[in-house]
Nanobody, 125 residues
Framework: VQLQASGGGLVQPGESLRLSCATS????????IGWFRQAPGKEREGISC????????YYADSVKGRFTISRDQNTNTVYLEMNSLKPEDTAVYYC???????????????????WGQGTQVTVSS
């Protein structure tokens, strides 16, 4: 099982980025994928999840309406489209494989058993 996050960078407030999570060794049909982020001095925050069964999507209040999670089951890739970025979105972003198809506590890190290496997103003018 492997996950590799990419697409981070330095952007100005209000701009957009698209993160990618390339997965291998398992099927997106059976396991949900979550995106987390961790800012310096803060706990890791679950920000979005896409379920395995029907691709339902879930978001933390902090990103709802600005971020969109999606998946391409042909390429086993999960995306996080981030719009209207704010300085407080600055963090290292991680994708992770769950051990469930869907969970009501998708935002908890303990629901995930494999993690990508993280990609830095910096929002600054």
């Amino acid at each position: 099982v492997q996950l590799q996050a990419s697409g981070g960078g330095l952007v100005q407030p209000g701009e957009s980025l698209r993160l990618s999570c390339a997965t291998s060794g398992f099927s997106l049909d059976y396991y949900a994928i979550g995106w987390f982020r961790q800012a310096p001095g803060k706990e890791r925050e679950g920000i979005s999840c896409i379920s395995a069964s029907d691709g339902s999507t879930y978001y933390a209040d902090s990103v709802k309406g600005r971020f969109t999670i999606s998946r391409d089951q042909n390429t086993n890739t999960v995306y996080l489209e981030m719009n209207s970025l704010k300085p407080e979105d600055t963090a290292v972003y991680y994708c992770a494989k769950s051990h469930f198809k869907y969970s009501s506590t998708w935002f908890n890190a303990y629901e995930y058993d494999h993690w990508g290496q993280g990609t830095q997103v910096t929002v600054s003018s």
